[in-house]
């Protein structure tokens, strides 16, 4: 089992939007919205012959939800080339997926305020299930142009060599 140190002085909780998404070695631009990282465990039911009013229970397998990840529509192709790789449009026929590369571990970061890394996670063989390039467009709107991709992965865990760092203190003279 990993070990963890806990700083027993910081109270608060980190905050929710601090954070960025990395894949291929470089920091996906302008993600501002992750969803959660869930982890379901089927449960299978029996029950013994001489016992038929009660019934057991013990884990069974593990579903991973898929997580989506949105942004404001820019000129940054990443989203777009990587669900190219899952179909193509216009693709020779039993060439429309790039089955040696359509699958990416990402990698989830999260920051305190001073921006420090203080958790990480990985998670291991995306792949681009849903893709939208633009949104509803509403000229009544007051709103920025989101594009999503929902990707589907076969788990994730927590990177244990990522630790709390030391919070940054101002010494302000009294």
Not at 70 to 92: N, Y
């Amino acid at each position: 089992m990993a070990e963890f140190t806990v700083n027993t002085k910081r109270f608060d909780p980190y905050k929710n939007f601090k954070f960025r998404v990395k894949w291929d070695g470089q920091y996906v631009a302008g993600v501002s919205k992750v969803t959660g990282l869930k982890r379901t465990t089927e449960v299978v039911k029996h029950r013994e012959g001489g016992d038929p009013s009660t019934s057991r229970k013990s884990p069974g397998r593990n579903e991973f939800d898929a997580i989506t990840l949105e942004r404001g529509v820019t000129h940054d192709p990443a989203f777009e080339l990587w669900a190219g790789k899952v179909w193509q449009l216009g693709a020779a026929l039993g060439a429309e997926v790039s089955l040696a590369d359509f699958r990416k571990d990402i990698i989830l970061e999260v920051y305190n305020e001073a921006g420090q890394k203080v958790i990480a996670y990985n998670i291991y063989r995306c792949w681009v299930s849903e893709y939208q390039a633009l949104p509803d467009f509403d000229a009544n709107a007051n709103a920025v142009a989101i594009q999503h991709i929902k990707l589907e992965n076969e788990g994730w865990e927590r990177d244990i060599s990522v630790t709390e760092p030391k919070e940054p203190s101002f010494n302000v003279p009294t």
